[in-house]
């Protein structure tokens, strides 16, 4: 609801004035997140994704920036537009690149804010200038072992145990080419995909008790021992999917780079208004020199024991990419010899439906 100037015995009365069905359905019809503010700059119109920007608070935008932009445009009664950066959320380095366009309505004193993201564009810039080279890298190892394998392979054909043994190592290159690529999709598909445009309410006990499923027959083979004690419902609000797959990572991680015959750890807490999701091992741990680039895409600590375990060298840069794309972080605290843990740390969100609430 937005509000009307009127004279009465000389003084301002502001009475309401509701935003038209047909100025909502053209909006609707903009690809941009919309906001209408009235006289008093009292949001009266607000899209369903502005929320995910933090620019309003009690029915009126808290953005210094936005304010002083709408009051420009109300002095000057012309369209005025201008880039900003938000924090995707209140943890992290994450960014939100908006284009800002802001115009006079009508007499009433309607201002509508016309909203751009340009952040997966400018995301999708930065990263495809070295994924190329990158990739191209990592996918001559295997292809090349293939190559190299096929011939010894025709060179034994007399020779069955030779041929066994090539076959075999045939087998595990292909696995590590074949998750490579899986891990090149998963990456390209978070690239294209903001989570915070169409998120939905996340329950952390669920995702956290799937993510364990999931690893039960890799840590059992391994006669590792996966402890969780789940906690009171905690929500945060993104994609369910990339968050499992981040969770999940670092699980497999932590497996993967443990001694048999141990434990990894997954704890979930609460701190100030946020999650923090830690998976603890018992492993290798990570020298203090590589603890800044551990999050790097194909960067390995120990490149012979990612090869044995088909480390691809991606999983924990997704990890970082999904997190910062939520608005959290990720940290590791690691001794060598000792083990690591690596926490991720989410916004909690009090915003749930009534099916969800009652649930």
Known sequence: MSWIKRKSLEVEIFEPLEVGSAMVALLGSIDAEALVVGPIEEVVFASDSVENFNLVKDGRLQNESLQRLVRAVRRSGTQQEATMELPRGPLGTGTHDLLVRVTPLTDSGLICILIFDDSEMHRLDSIRRDFVANISHELKTPIGALSILSEAVLGAADDPQAIVKFASRM??????????????????????????????????????????????????????????????????????????????????????????????????????????????????????KDIERIFERFYRVDPARSRETGGTGLGLSIVKHVVTNHGGDVSVWSIEGAGSTFTIRLPITNHLTAVEAEQ
Not at 255 to 261: A, D, M, V
């Open 171 to 288: 087998q595990h290159e292909s696995k590590r080419l074949s998750d490579l690529v899986q891990e090149i999709i998963n990456l390209s598909r978070l690239q294209d995909d903001d989570p915070l445009k169409n998120a939905s309410v996340i329950d952390l006990n669920e995702v956290l008790y799937i993510a364990i499923s999931q690893s039960e027959l890799n840590a059992a083979a391994r006669n590792i021992e996966l402890i969780y004690g789940e906690s009171n419902p905690v929500h945060v609000k993104g994609d369910s999917a990339q968050i499992l797959m981040a969770v999940s990572n670092l699980i497999e991680n932590a497996i993967n780079y443990s001694p048999e015959n141990t434990r990894v750890a997954v704890a979930l807490r609460t701190t100030d208004g946020v999650a923090e999701i830690s998976v603890t091992d018992q492993g290798i741990g990570i020298p203090e």
